[in-house]
């Protein structure tokens, strides 16, 4: 068995990442480890849980200054985001692509044109971590183009030792472990506290329906994932228009972002 130049640096390059497990840098030069064979514009390190995501790390912005559009993600877009979404239905280790997660007209969604396509721009991959506590540790790149087949081949070929060092990191994030992350919004009672003159209370399903949509999911894919036939889909979208007093999604994401962002 013989090693190429390449092989040898890729494997000093990771003795060196593994040298700095217990240090701040470590996510950085992960990152920077990463983007000598793909790539990326952005990234960051998040832990999914049934709460708000926590920040391990992210790149940080040009001016130096906290991006206003990933605050806005972490006070509640979040609840839109695929890759969280796909973490709290079917938790997991390994590579995830946006393209595996994203719902049938995740493009047309208020979400991807007024968040995503502007902050993460094209494309996003995550490198995810089951842990203990129903928690879901990610590392996203972000990429202002799509990743092309060979590249998500090289990250998956990389896979185990970057999702093991992922994991082996978190005994060295003991603070962020044992905070309790803060409840994720509820939109239910910020959206009758601010829609007046309001029917009756929005249903549990009704909101859900809500979400659903709001995260790019067609009716067929609601039918879906609610086990529900895709005519009460409609029938629990025009009830909740009804109640709010809206005709458009458009209207219903404004009224989403005024109930989770404030």
């Not at 993600?73 to 946006?98: C, H, I, K, M, Q």
Request: aromatic share 10%.
């Amino acid at each position: 068995m013989t090693f190429t130049l390449h092989d040898m640096a890729w494997h000093r390059s990771v003795g060196q990442l593994i040298e700095t497990l217990d240090q701040d840098r470590f996510w950085t030069r992960l990152v920077r480890l990463l983007n000598d064979y793909v790539a990326c514009d952005s990234w960051v390190a998040l832990l999914f849980s049934a709460g708000r995501p926590q920040v391990c790390a992210e790149c940080p912005s040009e001016d130096g200054n906290p991006d206003p559009l990933f605050q806005d993600y972490l006070n509640g877009l979040y609840l839109l985001d695929p890759f969280y979404v796909a973490s709290r239905e079917s938790r997991f280790t390994g590579l995830v692509r946006l393209a595996d997660v994203a719902p049938e007209c995740f493009e047309q969604t208020d979400y991807y044109q007024r968040y995503f396509r502007l902050n993460v721009v094209a494309d996003e991959i995550q490198f995810n971590v089951a842990l203990d506590g129903q928690r879901t540790l990610c590392l996203s790149l972000g990429s202002e183009r799509r990743f092309s087949v060979e590249q998500v081949a090289l990250l998956d070929l990389v896979r185990p030792w970057v999702t093991a060092l992922m994991r082996q990191r978190m005994a060295f994030e003991p603070e962020l472990l044992d905070a309790a992350s803060r409840p994720a919004p509820h939109w239910q009672s910020a959206l009758e506290a601010r829609v007046e003159q309001m029917e009756s209370p929005l249903t549990g399903r009704e909101l859900e329906v809500g979400r659903l949509m709001l995260s790019g999911c067609s009716s067929k894919e609601i039918a879906r994932k609610l086990e529900i036939s895709v005519e009460t889909v409609k029938v629990h979208r025009k009830h909740m228009y009804s109640k709010l007093g809206i005709k458009s999604q458009s209207e219903l994401f404004a009224l989403f972002l005024q109930a989770q962002l404030g």
